[in-house]
């Protein structure tokens, strides 16, 4: 058996939050997070803003401090099946969003309560995020219409720039 499988090897039936090294071209990659728990990570943050919830309120209802939770969402540290299942579980969404990957998945396919794989790629950025609350607080319907033909407006002229 190499080093590698030896190091890899003595982390099974670890129950500890610390990430397992990955390997990463034929180098063993020690004390970074991996990739799916950053990506796990990811998803829980997005999800976690797109409902309102804080990181304290989530940790709380877990049992944790708001900081374990908080490397939960950097993937600094793995969140654990259980654990994650009750995330899931109150972020109203199945485990299995945490693995989605909104680029390999048609955009008509929908996510456990329903939303677009699409409007979870565009909330997940930081304006896209921003622009749903603000637009969430505009209570005139006729308001909303107009907003929504600006902004169609926008697009279809810079379609027609090639921009």
């Known amino acids: 058996m ?27 990659m020690k004390g970074k997070p991996g990739a799916i728990d950053v990506q796990v990570g990811a ?47 109150i972020l109203a969404v199945p485990v299995e969003f945490f693995f989605r990957d909104p680029e390999a998945v048609d955009n008509d396919s929908k996510t456990g309560d329903g939303q ?14 921003t622009l749903n609350a603000a637009f969430n607080r505009i209570p005139s319907p006729e308001q909303r219409k107009r907003i929504l033909d600006l902004v169609s407006a926008i697009a279809e002229a810079d379609e027609d720039n090639g921009s």
């Open 2 to 28: 190499s080093n590698n499988e030896d190091t890899i090897f003595a982390n099974v039936g670890r129950f500890d939050s610390k990430p397992t090294p990955e390997i990463v071209g034929g180098e063993l």
């Open 116 to 129: 677009t794989d699409e409007l979870m790629a565009f909330v997940s950025q930081g304006e896209g995020l």
């Open 43 to 89: 998803k829980i943050r997005l999800r976690r803003r797109i409902v309102g919830l804080s990181q304290a309120a989530i940790a709380q209802r877990l049992g944790i401090t708001f900081q374990q939770f908080q490397k939960y969402e950097t993937g600094k540290n793995r969140i654990g099946a259980g654990r994650l299942s009750t995330v899931a579980e």
